[in-house]
């Protein structure tokens, strides 16, 4: 996985080119009207129901635009709210929040409600051993806000990008000539570029599984659009040589038959890409 400070420069990017992005060459609108030396004061109102995310995130962008502005904190990242609370306080230049106020709603409409999602799928899944995982169906250019806010909700990440972990998927192994082509392939160029990357490896079926454990040293194995029976078949079947993980179509009524077919880990796209934002205001007191 990515490193805490990769982690970070994701976020700076993301702040730097939004900021870029929306203001330009100024906030005219606050320009025309409000002075320079104008001070506000505004609130994080929550007019929704679910798991607040992008509080911290709020923090980076509010001092990026202005190291002035002052935030008073009245919930964290990862608290459960409902309609009429209030998040966090800022204070400082009028045209200073104005220019961060729509990157911070966009950002934490959008994180909590990935969020609250995943906090759902989180609590459908107590009692078993199986985790629920996030995939890289996100949004080209805030993948790291999307992930992020997964973590905040109590889910798990899985690989960032294509750089940090191999993943042989169907089109992997077709375009290789077989599995075991693929998996020889992938372990000598991991070798030769003196890389440490784990190897994950798709299965289409159960023939599929047999074959991928006829090579040593793979990470885990997904389980793609199995059945329950084949899932829990292939969870025998694998046993403790490797980590097992189902995915495919898995949603908040399968969820939990899934996991309870034994596998580590379930991973969704639904997280990140079937979202509805929560309705989340700035607003000036």
């Known amino acids: 996985m990515i490193s805490k400070e990769q982690f970070q420069e994701e976020i700076d990017g993301i ?3 939004a900021i870029r992005e929306d203001v330009g060459d100024g906030d005219h609108s606050s320009l025309a ?6 001070i506000g004061r505004a609130k994080l109102l929550v007019k929704d129901n679910g798991i607040l995310a992008g509080v911290d995130f709020a923090r980076q962008v509010f ?3 202005d190291a002035n502005l002052e935030m008073e904190i009245l919930m964290k990242d990862g608290s459960s709210i409902k309609y009429g609370d209030i998040a966090f306080y800022i204070q400082g230049s009028s045209q200073s929040i104005l220019k961060a ?3 911070v709603l966009n950002a934490m409409q959008r994180m909590s ?3 609250t999602k995943t906090n759902r799928f989180v609590k459908l899944l107590e009692g078993t051993n199986t985790k629920i995982l996030d995939t890289r169906k996100t949004t080209p250019g805030i993948r790291a806000l999307e992930k992020w806010a997964v973590k905040i909700g109590g ?4 690989r960032f990008a294509l750089y940090d972990m191999i993943m042989l998927k169907d089109n992997h192994i077709d375009f290789a000539g077989g599995i075991p082509q693929a998996i020889a392939k992938t372990q000598h160029y991991l070798k030769t570029h003196h890389k440490d990357l784990k190897i994950i490896v798709e299965a289409r079926n159960l023939d599929e599984v047999r074959e991928i454990l006829r090579s040593k040293g793979i990470y885990r194995i997904l389980l793609d659009n199995f059945n329950f029976e084949d899932t829990r078949e292939a969870v025998a079947l694998i046993g403790n040589q490797c980590l097992t993980e189902a995915s495919g179509g ?7 038959q899934y996991a309870e ?3 580590n880990y379930i991973s969704s796209g639904a997280l990140t890409h079937s979202i509805n934002n929560l309705d989340l205001s700035l607003k000036a007191v």
């Open 113 to 115: 409600a990935i969020a």
């Open 63 to 65: 001092t990026y635009v």
């Open 33 to 38: 009207c409000i002075p320079v030396t104008a």
């Open 101 to 103: 106020e729509r990157l």
């Open 155 to 158: 889910g798990e990440n899985h």
């Open 15 to 17: 702040i730097r080119n």
């Open 250 to 256: 898995i949603n908040e009524k399968t969820l939990r």
């Open 261 to 263: 077919c034994g596998v």
